[in-house]
């Protein structure tokens, strides 16, 4: 059975050492055919239940519905974050990891049951064929999206690269709704968005999927392009409201701004499963000063990279809280039954400090003070408010999360303005190490 690992999200391949010892005691024997008999009994309750209800509830029922749901109920008891994914849930979980997709090319919401566009993506079948933004769709391959959920009418517009679907659009302006036809393609999500703030180089992360190192790569080297390599000042990198994703992705992030020595380590159950990644050297920057961004929906894979940069003190952290999970998981395929996620390990930053139900403190703290109206909705309490998480380790204390709220605004953006004002010298703060009259003299 192949096993792959999330990391917050997370992906490796976890080896499990088991140890067989040989034993003589009649007593230790007789407590193993207890626990075994014990099993047993737990067992045969299962399954009486099950033909109970499948014979006595007020309704015909699934049996592939009721063993699906006692299934996940059992991991879900586990921690918040393993769970049993249907085939369909699997698949979109590889599709999101993988990056890629056959589709159409458009960001969409469901409004008033219809589909309603809210961007088309650049250079793909949607944007090719003149889609616009609140554009709706009411009709896919002429049959009515009225009744359909959100998740149902995307995958109807997913499918084999080079099929053709037919859409109806209703625009504002238009006399009459008109028919759009487009072959399907592979469409990149783009994890990765960057510009230049004067001679400050921007990256932004939202996930972190197959395509994230790469796209990394691209935008660093463009920057420099941009603004010209001797003349950057140093780079923001946001991972607010990022919620994590491939432990691959992160270690290849994380080295992408430190030359050598540890990113991260991974410990399970065993001792055999400790596993320690190392940064494979080239600073991309080449040592321009780094900013990381992150708040309370900065989590797993994004506190893997936070942790790095700050344990190296290759830069300096911003923000508030991140959230705190820190553990691994593996994601183990049923075959045709879907996988299911299972909490395997725990990770640790450089330093050897678990982040779990902790978060990364950042060096410099920096509240955004949202709007009281948006305050709440925006809120995320942090892995040590949900039930059933991991405990800290002995020793440690739990820390709550921050608040996830980014303005829409750049000017009202208060930690990226600040980022901004440090690597300009506007604003100084003992734990920016780095000079700014030192980067602009490069």
């Known amino acids: 059975m192949n096993k792959s690992v999330l990391a917050g999200f997370a992906v490796g391949t976890v080896l499990s050492a088991l140890a067989v010892f040989a034993f003589q005691s009649d007593s230790f024997n007789s407590s193993a055919q207890a626990a075994d008999d014990g099993t047993f009994r737990q067992l045969d309750l299962f399954g009486e239940v099950f033909d109970r209800v499948r014979a006595d509830y007020v309704e015909p029922t699934e049996d592939a519905k009721l063993i699906e749901t006692a299934i996940n109920g059992m991991l879900t008891a586990l921690d918040p974050h393993s769970s049993y994914m249907n085939p369909k849930s699997y698949r979109d979980m590889q599709v999101q990891t993988r990056g890629e997709f056959g589709g159409l090319g458009i960001e969409v919401t469901m409004e008033n049951g219809v589909v ?105 080297h463009t920057l420099q392009k941009q603004i010209g390599p001797n003349k950057v000042k140093g780079y923001i990198l946001d991972l ?114 678990s982040i779990q139900a902790k978060g990364i403190e950042p060096d410099i703290i920096v509240e955004q003070n949202p709007d009281p109206k948006s305050k709440k909705r925006m809120m995320i309490t942090g892995e040590a408010e949900l039930p059933g998480h991991l405990a800290v380790e002995e020793g440690s204390t739990e820390v709550a999360g921050s608040d996830s709220y980014v303005p829409a605004d750049k000017k009202d953006d208060k930690q990226l303005l600040y980022a901004i004002d440090l690597l300009n010298g506007v604003k100084k703060n003992a734990a920016f190490k780095s000079s700014s009259t030192t980067a602009q003299a490069n």
Do not use: C, W
Not at 263 to 289: C, E, F, M, W
């Open 116 to 220: 309603k566009v809210v961007t088309p993506i650049d250079d793909t079948p949607a944007s090719r064929a003149g889609l616009r933004p609140n554009d709706y769709i009411t009709h896919i391959d002429e049959k009515p999206i009225l009744g359909m959920t959100l998740s149902d009418a995307v995958d109807k517009m997913r499918g084999p690269v080079d099929t053709p679907i037919l859409l109806t659009i209703v625009r504002k302006g238009a006399d009459e709704p008109f028919d759009v036809k487009l072959n399907r393609a592979i469409i990149t999500i783009k994890s990765v968005k960057y510009h230049r703030e004067g001679d400050i180089g921007y990256v932004r992360i939202t996930t972190f999927n197959e395509q994230t190192g790469d796209l990394l790569d691209e935008a660093v």
């Open 240 to 353: 607010r409201n990022n919620p994590g994703g491939l432990l691959d992705q992160a270690i290849n992030v994380s080295g992408d701004f430190i030359e050598e020595g540890e990113i991260v380590s991974t410990r399970g159950r065993h001792s055999a499963d400790t596993q320690r990644y190392n940064a494979r050297g080239g600073d991309l920057t080449k040592g321009k000063p780094v900013i990381v961004l992150v708040n309370g929906g900065s989590a797993s894979a994004s506190e893997i990279v936070a942790g790095a940069i700050q344990d190296h003190r290759r830069g300096v952290i911003l923000g508030t809280r991140s959230f705190g999970k820190g553990s691994v998981q593996t994601i183990i395929p049923l075959g045709a039954d879907g996988a299911m996620r299972l909490t395997t390990a725990r990770y640790y930053t450089p330093s050897g400090h």
